[in-house]
């Protein structure tokens, strides 16, 4: 049976290298994204390089074998459809379920995540707007854009966020931004690179740049 730290420290491998485009990752930036000390990791990262789920050389960093790829996709799957259900079945809010997708994803049984796929009509984002990858391990992509990265006098919708903590995820929605929201950019601050936005239908609303760095978008 797998082991759910292992899962976890395989997950969080692969979404580091996602952000730095498949560069290694190093002992300190695992620790640091584990709540962990450095010394401590090591241990299971020669564990996780003798069952060839990762490369693993001291002081140059790890990187996942595709098998260990593999695996990490296979739980990232597993917490993204739990997310969605949570969400569009029981009615949990965005910000609610990822504690509870991070117990479930644990659940090892294929045979239910492909009924769960199936049962919610195949999914291919997240609440959050993450991708879903599928049973082989593909993960679609998106090219969703970054709020910030629009100007007047652009259309979007919103489709996710690249942040996931609760605080901002209340954050939006004392600012009525969800997934589905329509806007559009009225003008952007030289000073702070805030951005005056127009909320569908006519709400004015203004935002900060951080804010707006960490919302996806697809252009209209």
């Known amino acids: 049976m797998p082991s759910i730290s ?40 020669q564990r996780l ?10 002081y140059q960093g790890v990187q996942l074998t595709p098998k260990g790829r593999l695996r990490a996709l296979a739980v990232i799957r597993k917490h993204r459809l739990w997310e969605y259900f949570l969400v569009e079945k029981l009615k949990f809010r965005w910000h609610e ?22 049962y919610l009509g195949y999914p291919k984002l997240d609440p959050h707007g993450d991708p879903i990858p599928d049973e082989n391990g593909h993960v679609p ?3 969703f854009l970054l709020l910030s990265s629009l100007r007047p006098p652009a259309q979007a919708i ?17 600012l009525n ?6 806007l559009q950019v009225r003008q ?23 804010t707006a760095d960490q919302i996806l978008v697809n252009s209209l």
Do not use: C
Request: net charge neutral.
């Open 6 to 45: 292992e899962d976890h420290y395989l997950k969080s491998i692969y979404h580091l290298t996602s952000r730095k485009k498949r560069k290694p990752v190093f002992t300190n930036e695992l620790a640091q994204a584990l709540g962990l000390r450095p010394a401590s990791v090591t241990g299971m990262l």
């Open 49 to 58: 390089a003798a069952q060839r789920l990762l490369h693993y050389r001291p």
């Open 97 to 118: 379920v990822h504690a509870v997708a991070d117990l479930l994803e644990h659940v090892d049984s294929d045979l239910l995540i492909h009924r769960l796929d199936a």
């Open 141 to 143: 992509a998106t090219g």
């Open 158 to 174: 919103i489709t996710g966020v690249t942040e996931q903590h609760p605080a901002f995820l209340h954050h939006l929605e004392r």
């Open 177 to 182: 931004l969800h997934r589905g929201t329509r």
């Open 188 to 210: 952007i601050s030289e000073y702070d690179g805030s951005m005056d936005l127009l909320i569908d239908p006519s709400q004015p609303l203004t935002i900060s740049r951080q």
